[in-house]
């Protein structure tokens, strides 16, 4: 599976911006989204995942209620809509894919197979 995130950029607080992870390859159906960050000399950290249904997409606390995760299945494309953002989201975001069939802790960067390249977001106050 092969991902290409891209949308990022400089933005003021309080902006919206929406990130795009197309993901190609084989069997990619199979396999859940997840977006995950990684802020200026911090460790990665999760953001959301979501499965190709659509159903279960988990959010971290940090971004729930501001940052939506949707997919459009025709164009095997997942989205991160992220809103009212904060000088504090500013980071790399990076996709990733896991096999949606194994059981997994989501939230945790191990359980991910294949990663994008990563798109910075840097937000301004």
């Known amino acids: 599976v092969q991902l290409q995130a891209s949308g990022g950029g400089s933005v003021q607080a309080g902006d919206p911006l929406r990130l795009s992870c197309a993901a190609s390859?084989?069997?990619?159906?199979?396999?859940?989204l997840g977006w995950f960050r990684q802020p200026p000399g911090k460790e990665r950290e999760f953001v959301g995942d979501?499965?190709?249904?659509?159903?279960?997409?988990i959010y971290a606390h940090s971004v729930k209620g501001r940052f939506t995760i949707s997919s459009d299945n025709a164009k095997n494309t997942v989205y991160l809509q992220m809103n009212s953002l904060k000088p504090e989201d500013t980071a790399v975001y990076y996709c990733?894919?896991?096999?949606?069939?194994?059981?997994?802790?989501?939230?945790?960067?191990?359980?991910?197979?294949?990663w994008g390249q990563g798109t910075l977001v840097t937000v301004s106050s």
């Open positions: 979501i499965r190709w249904s659509g159903d279960g997409t």
């Open positions: 390859g084989h069997n990619v159906s199979s396999y859940a």
């Open positions: 990733a894919a896991r096999w949606a069939l194994r059981a997994a802790v989501v939230s945790e960067w191990w359980e991910y197979d294949y």
